[in-house]
């Protein structure tokens, strides 16, 4: 133990911005036990296709040099698929980078960055490393975004607002009715982000869809990524896009050359093999909401998920369940005091949670609980 705290204060001298330092470390969840299911990440459970592995496979021959640094091929592939040119994309290390990139690109210390909450955890870490102010603004009572709220939030120090749909982690949607509202309200200053990190597990027709939406407004950048639905979360890519002035901006704040060669060959083989990969997100779409009929059956107040995990708002109880749930096997993600986020996962686990929570129900509803 002197030698963990030791180690910890080595370099106690160097003068650090207070604000970084003052981070949470970042905890990644616990790895599964052995038979268990990890639930923790919203990855795809299904292991990669052959002919991803393969793309993957022949780039890695290419490893010795750069990559294209603006991944062109695969600009041109999701231009077209979006109707836009391939100057109106651009391609991160995941989304969570575009989201910085944006971000740093907007917002400077004294700015603000007006964002839902609860929603995705790496928002606020993100605003800070700007240096700009966050702006939380509480969910409603279904878990949703308070858009009307978050349009009042709005000062003349706003200069990027972040809507996250479907919201992580509760899953519940902002619909094109309520978007269109809040663009209503939001000025052409302001930059708006929306985060649609889930947008292929969507199956209400009611639900905002940033493609639709792209010559639109001239403020908004839509966010997506390969690595929920498309299972390639540790290839680090995701992509933006928006107006070209806008996506220039993003690319200056970026680390150059982060998108591999071999991240842009899985996005693009993954393009290629859509048809399959689309089957399976409709099976874990299937599952959720067989999922959350369960749930709701026994009484749990889950709120309907649109996106690859359901939110449990368990406040007091979160922890004691969580812990419940790991030793049972399934390492989800508790955020204390509020709730538990679990990933839908393969079969076996969605059937071993309702089995275990069926069984913690029951104390919970005759000690008046909820
Ligand atoms: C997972 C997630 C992302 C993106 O993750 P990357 O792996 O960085 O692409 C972005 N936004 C939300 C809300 C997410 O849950």
Known sequence: MAFVNAQNQRGAEVRLRPEIAALPPYRQGRPAPEGGHKLSSNE????PLPGVVEAVTRAAHGINRYPDA??????????Q??????????????SVSLLAQFILAAAAPGDEVLYSWRSFEAYPGLVTVAGAT????????????????MSAAIT????????????NPTGVIVTADEFERFMAQVPESVLVLLDEAYAEFVRDGAAVDGSKLLDRYPNLVMLRTFSKAYGLAGLRI???IGPVRLLDAARSTAIP????????????????AEAEL????????ERRDRLHTMLVDQSWPVPASQANFVWLPLGDRTIEVAEQLFDAGLVTRPFPGDGIRVSIGDEASVTKLSTILETLVAPAQSDGMY
């Open 70 to 79: 603006t991944a062109l091929a695969l600009r041109e592939r999701l231009a």
């Open 156 to 167: 003349e120090r706003t200069r990027v607002v972040i809507v996250c749909s479907p919201n």
């Open 257 to 272: 050359l982060g998108v591999t060669e071999t991240a842009a060959a899985a996005a693009r083989a993954s393009l290629d």
């Open 278 to 285: 689309l089957v399976r997100v409709d099976e874990l779409a």
């Open 44 to 47: 795809n459970p299904y292991d």
């Open 238 to 240: 995701g992509y933006a």
């Open 81 to 94: 698929r979006y109707g836009v040119t391939a100057d109106e994309v651009i391609v991160g290390t995941g």
């Open 134 to 149: 966050s702006v939380q603004v509480p969910n409603r009572p279904d878990h949703g975004h308070d858009l009307d709220a």
